[in-house]
């Protein structure tokens, strides 16, 4: 079990350091758009039976309906079997409020 918690908290810091590139922002040429779809981090299988609950949010991505939710943090979020990645952050619609 600790080797899968080590293996997402490395990919939530690379996903740290990929988002905070500046060079995202640059334009909307379709390299840019292929470095910003690559910000969805896919669920490893297995998936995870126990997590830590440290909180490091991330936007949950649901595979059927595309609809996002925001999880404590990735292992809460891959432990739910209907969801097939994450963002790191809450998501834009949690944001809000």
């Given at each position: 079990m600790r080797k899968l918690i080590s293996k997402n908290?490395?990919?939530?810091?690379?996903?740290?350091?990929v988002v905070s590139l500046p060079a995202l922002a640059a334009s909307t040429t379709p390299q840019t758009v292929a470095k910003i779809q690559s910000k969805i981090i896919a669920c490893d299988s297995p998936r995870p039976i126990l997590c830590q609950q440290n909180t490091a949010p991330v936007?949950?991505?649901f595979s059927a309906t595309?609809?996002?939710?925001?999880?404590?943090?990735?292992?809460?979020?891959?432990k739910n079997p209907?969801?097939?990645?994450?963002?790191?952050?809450?998501?834009?619609?949690?944001?809000?409020r």
């Open positions: 908290y490395l990919l939530e810091v690379i996903a740290l350091l936007c949950g991505i595309k609809a996002q939710q925001t999880f404590r943090n990735a292992c809460l979020a891959c209907e969801v097939k990645g994450y963002e790191t952050g809450k998501c834009k619609a949690d944001l809000k």
